[in-house]
Every structure is written in C-alpha cells, then in structure tokens.
C-alpha cells in the first residue's frame, strides 16, 4: 500500500498483492452486511470500529472503503486498537489512511501470525459537515499471513459492508424528533445503553470530538445476517453484526413495548440515547405511575415524554439541573443512567444491596464518577447490572440505545 519501512511487513503485503489473482477466486460468497448510524444534530464528526473475525490466524490486514453522498463525509484518520499492540500502521504519517485506487485504504501488520478470531483492528474517525445522506461501503479486504519465513496473501474484493449514515432530525419535524408522538410512525424511546459490550465506542456531543459511533464486524467468520441467525433481531436489520451480544435482549424488549424502531426494519443500535427518552423506557418497563400537577419548566405539555418525566419527578426518580431545566433532549451519560436506575429501583421497593468503593476499586477510572452518582454506580456494579469495559467504566461518556436495551432487560429479567 504506501511506505511500510520494515523488510518483512513490505513483504508481506507485497506478497498479498502478487496472489491477488488466486486469493479472488476464493472470495466468500455472502452478501453485504448492512448498518446504519444516525449522527446528532451539530455534531461534527463519528466514527466507526471494526472488528476483524478470522478463525484462522493472520499477521496483518488491509482495508479498503469508499464514500458516497457528496464531501459532506471525510475520513480523518484511522487508529490501532490497543489489541494491535504489536502491530504498525501500513499507511503512517497521513493519520494512518491514504487514498489509492478510488477508495481509503488503512490496516496494520507484524511479522508473525499473532492475531486470530474476534480481533479489534481499531477506529476509523469521519468529519460531517451538512445534514445530507451518505453511504460508506467497505469492498477490500487483504488477509495477510506467514507460513515459515514465506508471506502468503489473499485478496478479498466485493462489497461486503455498507455503513447508511443520516443527521438526526434531517427531513423530520422539528417538533417531533423521534417521531414517538406521532401515532402512524414506527417510534422508539430515541437511544438505549449498556457497558457489557467490550468493544463499544462512545463520545461526547456537539463540537468537534466524536459523538457517535458503530461497531461493525467483518471478515469470513464474523457473524452473518442471513435472517434467523445467531445473534441477528427478528425485527431490526440493523442489529446484526456487531451487535449478536444485544440482539435476544432489543427483540424481547419490542415485544413487550418497552422499546420501538426508529423506522419500520431500523432500531439505530449505536444511536446515543436522551434523558427523556431513557426516562421514558424506563417507566413503560416499569409501568410507574404517579400523579403530578407540575413539571420541569423545560418539559412541555405535549412532548412525548412529559408524561414520564412528570412521572418520575413526582417519584423522586429523576432530578433535573436546579429547579428550572431537566434537559431532555441531552444525551445522557452511563453515570446519570445508574443514578436514574438506582432510584427508580428503591421508588418501586426492589433496591439493591448496597456497594461500596471496593465494588468499583479494580476499574483505573473510578474516580472519575461524580459524588451524587458514586452510591448508584458502586450499587450496579455489584448487582451485575453495570459492567465496564477495558478496565475502565467510562461515567462520563453517553449510553447507546443498544446498551441502554441490555440494562433495562437485565433489570426487568432480575425482576
């Protein structure tokens, strides 16, 4: 691909491209996987996390993708996951990407066969200027391993993975954003969480950072989307590879109503969740109620997700930024989930035991949870019911709607 400065890895991917020709003729047969990812209003960029699956074992990869819908969409830079440890960049000094051929290409090498299965090959971050649609559609893939000192190769071209790309909000009212007022369109408490992923990337909101993310999983082992599946929604298409470990737990809670696509077929399982929308779930999972006579200021008769919000303020459940605003169009962090959760535990008579700083000591992040929400943090952590994930347990970074899924079945299942 671009300069590779050390003997063995030029090797090898020279190598790869001298079997192009044999490696084509044994491309899998199997469809392009599809995802989609529903980037916030204002936010700037997003990104996308791959993850190789290959049982066989391999010293390194490239990948290769192109961008359609316009230059709203750019790719920045692509970086190693700290799985690749041992590896380096096969396009260094241009933020790990370079554009060859028609299309990006990134991956990483080493000089022996030291990965094999689920690998995490790392992140690719995009800018995105605008609210139009855009299409990013991965048809390269080059394999590379080492039989004794020889480097063999194979090739793998034909589109196997489409990413759809859309603003939120784009072309909706902006009255009515998740479309769960609206009695003729499919709707769905606008994003769910959960930290048992091991590979799930989070952001912040608005400005420059990445505030959306997916995880895809590719490769001739990784989980295939034929209807019925393993791991595959009966309901969403879009929950599939990637996301087999929330798949069972967003299909059963659809069939309980406590959670609705986005679209007839889509569910947006890396979609970031809001206070009111996770307020919501959380009280039709539930079946609280209680009454009110007044509400936040900022939640306005009429939205959706007063009615919850009224609901859960009256129980002592959910507190709001002082006395004026509860924000609830805000993406709502993993810390504020657990303290919403834990209340909402002890409001219904089914709390849990209590943790302590030992609950949380192993996680190298620990002390970053903020004082209000220590108690309900360390608290599901010990119940099994907030997991973390790299030895951290990321307070602060937003919950998606596929985790916010798994929280919510595991605390209705216990319950």
Not at 268 to 274: C, D, E, F, K, Q
């Amino acid at each position: 691909m671009t300069k590779i400065g050390n003997t063995p890895l030029r090797a090898l991917f020279g190598a790869i491209l001298l079997f192009a020709g044999l490696a084509a003729a044994s491309v899998p047969a199997f469809a392009a996987s599809s995802s989609s990812l529903t980037v916030p209003a204002g936010a700037k960029e997003f990104t996308v996390e791959i993850l190789l699956n290959e049982n066989a074992s391999f010293g390194g990869a490239e990948f290769g993708f192109t961008v359609d819908g316009g230059a709203g969409v750019k790719p920045v830079k692509y970086e190693k996951s700290t799985a690749l440890s041992g590896a380096m960049s096969v396009a260094p000094g241009d933020g790990g990407l370079v554009f060859e051929g028609g299309r990006y290409l990134f991956g990483f090498a080493s000089t022996s066969n030291g990965y094999s299965g689920r690998v995490n090959a790392g992140t690719l971050t995009f800018s995105y200027e605008g609210d139009a649609p855009h299409r990013i559609s991965f048809a390269h893939l080059k394999l590379g391993r080492f039989e004794g000192e020889n480097a063999v190769g194979e090739l793998r071209d034909g589109e196997y993975l489409v990413i759809d790309v859309t603003r939120e909000g784009a072309g909706e009212e902006p009255d009515n954003p998740s479309n769960l007022d609206n009695p003729n369109t499919p709707d769905i408490p606008s994003n769910p969480n959960i930290p048992s992923n091991p590979s799930s990337s989070r952001g912040g909101g608005g400005g420059g950072a990445p505030s959306t993310a997916v995880t895809v999983e590719i490769g001739e082992d990784a989980t295939p989307l034929a209807t019925g599946d393993a791991g595959r929604s009966k309901y969403f298409d879009d929950v599939a590879a990637g996301y087999a470990w929330a798949g069972k737990e967003i299909d059963a809670l659809y069939e309980r109503g406590v959670v609705k696509g986005v679209s007839a077929r889509a569910f947006n399982p890396a979609g970031n969740v809001t206070r009111g929308d996770f307020t919501l779930m959380f009280v039709r999972a539930f079946g609280l109620e209680a009454e009110f006579t007044d509400n936040v200021p900022d939640v306005p008769k009429g939205k959706y997700y007063y009615e919850a919000i009224g609901t859960a303020k009256a129980l002592g459940v959910a507190e709001g930024y002082g006395t004026a605003e509860f924000r609830p169009g805000a993406q709502i962090s993993r810390q504020d989930m657990a303290t919403l959760v834990y209340r909402a535990m002890r409001a219904v008579g089914k709390p849990f035991d209590e943790g302590t700083a030992a609950d949380t000591a192993a996680f190298a992040d620990s002390g970053d949870v903020a004082g209000y929400a220590e108690a309900a943090v360390r608290t599901l952590v010990k119940a099994g019911v907030l997991r973390g994930a790299d030895g951290n347990l990321n307070p602060k970074g937003y919950a998606t709607r596929a985790e916010t899924a798994m929280i919510v079945y595991r605390l209705l299942d216990e319950n």
